[in-house]
T-cell receptor
């Protein structure tokens, strides 16, 4: 069964600290993996998209990694800011030529001053 | 540029009533998706259209749900009759055709928060 699992479920850190969010998937075949940020009361916004051949991609203070062999991805946030408080959702696109995405349930990050 | 537009942003209705959610995709995008988000189940794809044609509606929960896309700039999701378990946030997303930007990307609207009492 195609699944995307994320950990931790929630995370609290202090402003300025780094953190890493994890994503494991069992989707096969695989096309690409995305990380979305969802602020409270808003729709998800894409942070990164990685295809099979990419193993790292950065977007400002956000760096995503992908290990297609172990089917794991991580999202590293550097020097966290209060505005990083949000849910982070790992999403995998199957490689069967469809537009359907498989969503993880997300990690809820709270950054405190 | 305007993003995906959804209306209403909030809807409160009584059980048994008909609910219609509306979506205007980004101009030039040819794929449109309807999602439902709950705390328990996260984001779930309900249905998606490509060039106004429904491609996959396997996520539509039951016959009470229906979706239409009469033209490239408008889609509706209708629930009739509504039930309390339909309470959720409903998102619409659109994506561009291959060759226009990143065709892997889906752009989400702000969502409609539906409460059925």
């Amino acid at each position: 069964k195609n699944q995307v699992e994320q950990s931790p479920q929630s995370l609290i850190i202090l402003e300025g600290k780094n953190c890493t969010l994890q994503c494991n998937y069992t989707v096969s075949p695989f096309s690409n993996l995305r990380w979305y940020k969802q602020d409270t009361g808003r729709g998800p916004v894409s942070l990164t998209i990685m295809t099979f051949s990419e193993n790292t991609k950065s977007n400002g203070r956000y760096t995503a990694t992908l290990d297609a062999d172990t089917k794991q991805s991580s999202l590293h946030i550097t020097a966290s800011q209060l505005s990083d408080s949000a849910s982070y959702i790992c999403v995998v696109s199957p490689g069967d030529n469809t537009d359907k995405l498989i969503f993880g349930t997300g990690t809820r990050l709270q950054v405190f001053p | 540029d305007a993003g995906v537009i959804q209306s209403p942003r909030h809807e409160v209705t009584e059980m048994g009533q008909e609910v219609t959610l509306r979506c205007k995709p980004i101009s030039g995008h040819n794929s449109l998706f309807w999602y439902r988000q709950t705390m328990m189940r996260g984001l779930e794809l309900l249905i998606y259209f490509n060039n106004n044609v429904p491609i996959d509606d396997s996520g539509m929960p039951e016959d009470r749900f229906s979706a239409k896309m009469p033209n490239a700039s408008f889609s509706t999701l209708k629930i009739q009759p509504s039930e309390p378990r339909d309470s959720a946030v409903y998102f619409c997303a659109s994506s561009p055709p291959p060759g226009q930007g990143n065709f892997y990307e889906q752009y989400f609207g702000p969502g409609t928060r539906l409460t059925v009492t």
